[in-house]
């Protein structure tokens, strides 16, 4: 079993930053992704109004992930480190694990409508990863979301893209109608045309295997905000 002194999880702006931290001070890292290097920020480079807004946190990524190795796996185990990769299991022993893993966008549970077999419906992270991709997710789009800064600049960018977009508060319930593909959806007894849902109920951490380390980054503060992800890695990198 290979033995490290560091594992970040997650090789996006925080899980970098840490091993870029990490690595000047002459400990032993191994970063870990389950996709790519860059995480959402390489996802909203892609997208131009995303790119002006991130701006600055897009070059640093851009600059230091060419100089950070990135193996691609699944990490599915953190004590001892159990990585899934395509040349299967491998094991490392880790004297500390950091968990750079990320926020995941969410719909309130009462909703229930991620869970529909309709075509046509997305969160607003999963609805941004399809059209970075060049994907067409549909025409007409309702934006059902609650208040936030993120929400305006996905409208710009979907009307950029010339998708006819519309958005409602996501208060009360949500009904979609359709059977293959979404044709309306009503919230609150108020009836939208469209033909697809794009949901934004806030962020959650995102760490489905319940992964053991130190959390760092967007995991910690779940916001598109990357003012307070960048407070929060420095305050970590301060304490190394």
């Known amino acids: 079993m290979v033995t490290v002194d560091y594992v970040v999880i997650g090789a996006g702006y925080a899980g970098l930053m840490c091993a ?5 001070r002459g400990f032993r890292t ?4 389950m996709r790519s290097s860059g995480g959402e920020i390489a996802v909203f480079s892609k997208l131009e109004e995303f790119r002006s807004k991130y701006e600055k946190y897009i070059e640093k990524v851009e600059e230091i992930k060419e100089e950070i190795p990135v193996d691609i796996g699944t990490v599915i185990k953190s004590k001892p480190v159990i990585v899934n990769s395509g040349n299967g299991l ?3 022993e880790a004297r500390r694990v950091i968990l750079a ?23 607003l992270d999963s609805a941004l990863r399809e059209i970075s991709e060049n994907n ?12 936030d800064a993120v929400v305006k600049l996905a409208e710009s960018q979907l009307s950029r893209l010339d998708y006819d977009v519309e958005i409602s508060e996501l208060t009360g319930n949500v009904e979609v109608i359709g059977k293959e593909r ?4 009503e919230i609150s007894g108020v009836r939208y045309s469209c033909d697809t849902l794009v949901v934004y109920g806030g962020r959650n951490s995102f760490n489905p295997l319940k992964l053991r380390g130190t959390p760092v980054g967007n995991i910690v503060t779940c916001t598109y905000d990357y003012s307070k992800v960048e407070e929060n890695v420095k305050n970590f990198i301060a304490k190394i």
Do not use: C, H, Q
């Open 20 to 24: 870029e931290a990490l690595m000047k």
């Open 101 to 123: 893993t990320g926020a995941a966008d969410s719909a309130p549970v009462k909703l229930n409508v991620l869970s529909k077999k309709v075509r046509g419906i997305y969160t």
């Open 182 to 185: 979404v044709e309306g959806v």
């Open 90 to 92: 491998k094991r490392y």
């Open 30 to 33: 191994l970063v870990f992704d």
């Open 136 to 147: 067409r997710i549909g025409e007409k789009v309702l934006l059902a979301a609650k208040d």
